[in-house]
């Protein structure tokens, strides 16, 4: 096919020129994807072949169905070459409009003042590192054919979605504080990109603590009981529960966990643009984590009483409570309103180390792939998702003790005879009569469930994106919408 190809174009009659060195580009780039040589291209064939881009399976089936002119779910040679046709002008119109001074070539000033003009206000050394992904040669500038050669297979058509691909960010739950929010340009706000992403992101987290519910439960028995329960291994915790309760019972307060997702995350995104709403430019990361902290000081204050709630119901023994309604009633009677607070210090204490170790984790983790991955395009979908883990784990590793500290005096009015101790007095205790480890109970089944938590949620948070019409790049999806 590549040989029959070559000869037509050379039988063409076209004048040699760059429209014919472009023909036989592409028909090199055909053959190459056309992997088991029968004239088509399907979507695995594009997968396989662009691998190393790090393409969302969604963007390459963008690309067939644009291309796919009769419908027939792969791309022939010609269809091929008329999609790169009409892309390359896309590209080719995009290019001129970050040219500013019509030198024909992209500069890091160009790129800084394109994007802010679209309200995605980012430094210089952020523009930097986009320039260098392009920069193939060296020169510290974009090219038309290293531009072009970078987004030929993204199916991007204007600045704003190539903005949104540059920031691209996952928002991944992992049943722990949810980490410090993204920012968002005015239109994606105005768009209401940014309340779908947020659904898309409570919804996956929803899943993703049901799943690891019962492991959940086995770390706040072990963090309230210490050593004195709930001893050996995962499997026997879980055998426990199930005598005492039946399988249910392992799912015991995850209503409530899962029901709190949702006012936590719409409060802690808008006290974090109220944080940052005099600032015009993007924030540095240490700006970042300053305003994430306080957003999650401000959302962990207003549901925190629910936090209080979900303590006692995971705890619960049978027949102790009929619902979550019966539960704050009981507390609210015996204890008064101070008792949906206990242990609010502590927690308000944790939000600190675990923001601040996870946000700095991640962004080391992300831009060190990108600094030894020069010329490729953005961290993949799974370099992001092993970056969020990661990062989580180191920042559950820093705010464990606190919040070890924060469940027991959580749960110290549903334990009998138990003496009421201050945050200090509990860090004594443990430490007396347990040692240092005695501050890590229960950590080994909170790291279990990190990778299935991080990877259900990204699971179902990339289908419901799909859903609402997010793709991986941020646009609105749809048949027939470029």
């Given amino acids: 096919f590549f040989q029959m190809t070559r000869r037509l174009l050379c039988q063409s009659g076209e004048p040699p020129g760059p429209d014919r060195e472009r023909e036989k580009r592409w028909a090199e780039l055909f053959d190459q994807l056309d992997l088991n040589k029968d004239g088509h291209i399907d979507i695995v064939e594009l997968r396989a072949g662009l691998a190393s881009r790090g ?16 419908q027939d779910g792969v791309l022939d040679f010609e269809e091929f070459t008329q999609y790169l046709r009409a892309h390359e002008k896309q590209l080719k119109l995009m290019f001129h409009k970050l040219d500013k001074n019509n030198d024909g070539e992209i500069d890091v000033a160009e790129i800084r003042d394109c994007l802010r003009s679209m309200g995605v ?21 974009i090219d038309w054919n290293e531009w ?87 499997l026997t915790s879980f055998q426990v529960m199930w005598k005492e309760g039946g399988p249910w019972s392992l799912w015991r307060g995850n209503g409530i966990n899962v029901l709190k ?49 979900k303590t006692r119901l995971t705890l619960r023994k ?56 020069i010329g490729l395009a953005d961290p993949g979908v799974m370099v992001l998702v092993g970056c969020g883990a990661v990062s989580s784990t180191c920042g559950q590793l820093a705010s464990y003790p606190l919040a ?48 299935p938590a991080v990877s259900v949620s990204y699971v179902v948070y990339e289908y419901t994106r799909m859903m609402l019409g997010v793709d991986i790049e941020g646009r609105r999806g749809g048949k027939g919408k470029s």
């Avoid at 768009?191 to 492991?215: D, I, K, N």
């Avoid at 507390?331 to 308000?348: C, D, I, S, W």
């Fill in 404 to 451: 070890l500290i924060r469940t027991r005096m959580q749960a110290q009015a549903s334990l009998k005879g138990a003496p009421k101790l201050s945050m200090l007095a509990l860090i004594r205790n443990i430490v007396s009569q347990e040692g240092v480890t005695g501050l890590y109970r229960g950590i080994s089944p909170n790291l279990l469930k990190v990778i």
């Fill in 261 to 309: 997702i949702a006012p936590e995350t719409a409060i802690k995104f808008t006290a974090y643009e109220q944080v940052r709403s005099n600032e015009t430019r993007t924030l540095r990361v240490h700006e970042r984590f300053v305003a994430g902290s306080l957003a999650g000081a401000t959302a962990q204050t207003a549901i925190y009483p629910m936090e209080v709630l």
């Fill in 148 to 234: 072009r050669d970078y987004f030929l297979f993204n199916p991007l058509t204007n600045m704003e979605e190539v903005a949104r691909y540059w920031k691209r960010s996952m928002m991944l739950d992992i049943g722990e504080q949810l980490t410090v929010p993204d920012d968002f340009s005015e239109e994606e706000k105005k768009s209401g990109y940014v309340w779908r992403q947020l659904m898309a992101g409570a919804m996956a987290g929803s899943v993703s603590r049901t799943g690891t519910a019962p492991l959940d439960r086995i770390k706040v028995f072990r963090q309230v009981h210490g050593s004195s329960d709930f001893t050996g291994s995962v």
């Fill in 121 to 141: 206000n980012i430094s210089m050394n952020d523009a930097t590192r986009i320039l260098l992904s392009m920069d193939k040669d060296g020169t510290m500038t």
């Fill in 318 to 373: 049978t027949g102790q409570y009929t619902g979550i309604a019966d539960c704050a009633k009981q507390m609210l009677q015996k204890e008064g309103v101070r008792a949906f607070y206990k242990g609010y210090l502590p927690n308000l204490l944790s939000i600190v180390p675990y923001a601040g170790i996870d946000l700095a984790v991640y962004e080391t983790l992300k831009f060190a792939w990108l600094n030894r991955n």
């Fill in 55 to 70: 393409f969302s399976r969604k963007s390459l089936e963008k690309m067939v169905e644009a291309g796919d002119t009769n």
